[in-house]
């Protein structure tokens, strides 16, 4: 089966469409991993050490983990001795009262079952002073990819410090800076930001070992035993659980629901952010026509972003939504479904409903045989003007600089604001200081089409199995999925589809909620759209700790 994953930032989907490349997934196995650089760790603890099994100033070097054999090339090696993090204080206003926090940044480790260690997370936890930790609710939080670090939920959601962008989420000039987040979360719920392996400064001991955690059950198991270590070594057993994963960080939100479920680990709440969850959704085919129906209610909101609409469609856009909802659900999928069997007169009045709904040009719609995927919507839409839109956010639009199928205008205008503003604010304001580059994102090192897809072979993947498994095993978890209008890596249909699909009955469905954004897929660059998904969030809280 091919896979032409497309999930980055932030969780977000790859920037330039470098997540689209497909691949066979029965070859997946076949491909050789590229051998890491060495790095050495050079971190300086600044205050007193958390909970650790060991001091920083007594541990000894872990004996690398060994994995089919003894690796030849010792210089593969990473150094994942345990050493104890980093302690800062900090102090941020938020609704107009100062908040006094402490923030933790450092690795915990990833062991094998005679204690030697494999691999280490990187996290930043920010815990508010004064508080009961038992009673306290904590919430961890990560970006997707697979294969992005959690930079942008952390520096641009819901951290007490976020990256100062424009009012609409465009980049501002440079030099880049932060500011204080007034829409952090941290007033309502401690908050632990991961990275993913071979993101951010986690790591593996070696190459050969990274491969064990670069794939849909792997990834799921090194954040289940992260989460298990973490309230462990903190003290925090008691205390109300969230999950909040954006993207790619949704398929693992469910997956890892379900699996630690399983181990005695129950969360109150999960918040899905621009979700993938089940990719028959969002990878389209010869043999699967459904992405093309989910994806045309974005088509619709993009073109009418850009006034590319009658003016009948576009005077109101809430209700031009909800036709084209029904009008794709229907009419458009069973166009789709009789396929060549269409007589001409029908096939004439898809065209025109689609180049109605779209923007687009007929014989743009009828050169694509009636489906548009994202490519050819972003490079056609405002083709008069030599523009292109973005996929991450259709808001977004630039001239192409490299002629590519896969060029994003969302990626190129965020990703110089929050790397320079992050890998500062980690060094200064968190002190943790080492040589190891931060990774934004995996695919210098790892390359998505090493990824394993576990399941892919049987259809597509998906973890709806997992997150259906833990909303039955506890009945009191309750679901929250985020929505933006011009998300075309994750459309808002493709959400709602899912959700739809669960094999629920009403006593389930009912602790689904939703929340949608004039937005695109980091629906909290927008200040407005940010402002809102806090007060989503505390809501949803608020309900899940009834």
Known sequence: ???????????????????????????????KQSKEKKDKKAQTAQAAPAP????????????????????TDK?????????????THHQVTVNGKAL????????????????????????????????????????????????????????????????????????????????????????RSDLVMVDAMATGYSRAANAELTKKFLGVKGDVQAFGEFIRLYISRYDRWTSPLFLLGESYGTT?????????????????GVTLLSMAIDFQTLEWNKSNDLPYVLLLPTFNMIAGYHHKLSGDLSQDMGK???????????????????????????????????????????????????????????????????LVVGRLDGRFSSPDPEDSPYFDPTGSAILPPYTSVFNNYVRTDLGYKTDMPYRVFAYDEVGFQRWEWGNAVEGFPSTAGGLRGAM???????????????????????????????????????????????????????????????????????????
């Open 1 to 31: 089966m091919r896979i032409a994953f497309a999930l980055m930032v932030c969780a977000c989907l790859v920037v330039g469409g470098i997540a689209q490349q497909s691949q066979q997934a029965d070859n997946a196995e076949k491909t």
């Open 52 to 71: 650790t099994e060991k001091s920083a100033e007594n541990a000894k070097p872990a004996e690398p983990a060994k994995s089919d054999g003894e690796a």
């Open 75 to 87: 210089e593969e090696h990473f150094d994942v001795t345990e050493v104890a993090p980093v302690v």
């Open 100 to 187: 006094s926090y402490t923030a933790t940044a450092g690795r915990l480790p990833l062991k094998r079952g005679d204690g030697k260690i494999e691999a280490e997370m990187f996290f930043v936890a920010y815990t508010l002073d004064g508080q009961d930790a038992s009673k306290r609710p904590l919430t961890f939080a990560f970006n997707g990819g697979p294969g992005s670090a959690s930079i942008w939920l952390h520096m641009g959601a819901l951290g007490p410090k976020r990256v100062v962008l424009q009012q609409n989420g465009f980049m501002p000039a440079a030099p880049y800076r932060i500011e204080d987040n007034p829409d952090t979360i941290l007033d």
């Open 252 to 268: 693992r939100a469910a997956g890892l629901a379900g699996y630690l479920a399983d181990h005695g680990v129950a969360f109150n």
């Open 320 to 386: 031009t939504r909800e036709e084209v909802v029904h009008w794709a659900a229907n009419d458009y999928m069973l166009a789709l479904a009789k396929g060549d069997a269409m007589s001409p007169d029908e096939r004439r009045k898809v065209v025109d409903q689609l180049a109605r709904y779209t923007g687009l040009r007929p014989d743009v719609i009828e050169s694509n045989n009636l489906r548009i995927d994202v490519p050819t919507f972003t490079h056609e839409l405002l083709r008069d003007q030599k």
């Open 472 to 546: 039955i095993k506890n009945p009191y978890m309750k679901i929250l999925v985020m929505e933006g209008h011009y998300d075309l890596a994750t459309p808002f249909a493709a959400a709602d589809w899912t959700m739809d699909h669960l094999n629920l009955d009403a006593r389930y469905r009912q602790n689904v909620s939703y929340a949608t954004y004039g937005a695109g897929h980091m629906v909290y660059v927008d200040r407005a759209e940010h402002s809102k998904m806090k007060k989503d969030l505390v809501d949803f809280m608020e309900k899940c700790l009834k």
